[in-house]
């Protein structure tokens, strides 16, 4: 079942500057899964658990109008420091201080197009704010299998101009 979204789930939130060691997939949406089994097995190598290590998606493309060849999507996770060895596709990365537009998704990630069908159709509109520079990203502050699908947490965040 799709949630009911409404102008006043949405808040504007100054997003603090953070650094990221991140994964960059280009190419299929379908190859995905095995950047992030690459990209799980990076972060282990280095102990950056989810536990002590925040999480983050930055979403480059929507991949139902990217090419196959050209879609990006990164996964990241907060570091505290460059000192990591950087494996293949990963580089260090900062997500700037912005202002955003901010959405708690709860439940499953197929869920997660409509969210942000809203916040770019309706929200923005209503709003007239505009996109911002840096691409939207999500926080994934708990996701499986640690928890249910239906009790998955994603944070959006859409930076604003």
């Known amino acids: 079942m799709r949630p009911e ?12 500057e953070l650094d990221i060691a991140i ?12 950047s992030i089994q690459n990209f799980v ?3 282990k190598a280095n102990q950056l658990s989810p536990v002590n290590s925040r999480t983050f ?4 493309d ?3 109008q990217a090419t196959e ?4 999507f990164g996964l990241g996770v907060e570091i505290k420091s460059n000192s990591y060895a950087l494996a293949e596709n990963t580089h260090f990365e900062t997500i700037p201080s912005c202002r955003c537009a901010y959405f708690r998704h709860i439940g499953s ?22 996109p911002g520079k840096f691409p939207l990203f999500f926080e994934r502050v708990s ?3 640690q928890v249910l699908e239906t009790e998955m947490i994603t944070d959006i965040y859409l930076p604003l101009n």
């Open 69 to 72: 060849t050209e879609y990006r």
């Open 23 to 34: 994964l960059s997939h280009r190419g299929s949406p379908r190859t995905l899964p095995l």
């Open 57 to 60: 998606n930055i979403i480059y």
């Open 109 to 130: 990630e197929h869920l997660l197009s409509h969210s942000l069908e809203f916040l770019f159709t309706h929200w923005l509109n209503a709003t007239q704010n505009l």
């Open 41 to 43: 097995a990076w972060r």
């Open 143 to 145: 996701f499986g299998p």
């Open 5 to 16: 979204l409404n102008l006043s789930d949405v808040e504007i939130v100054e997003f603090a």
């Open 62 to 64: 929507d991949p139902r």
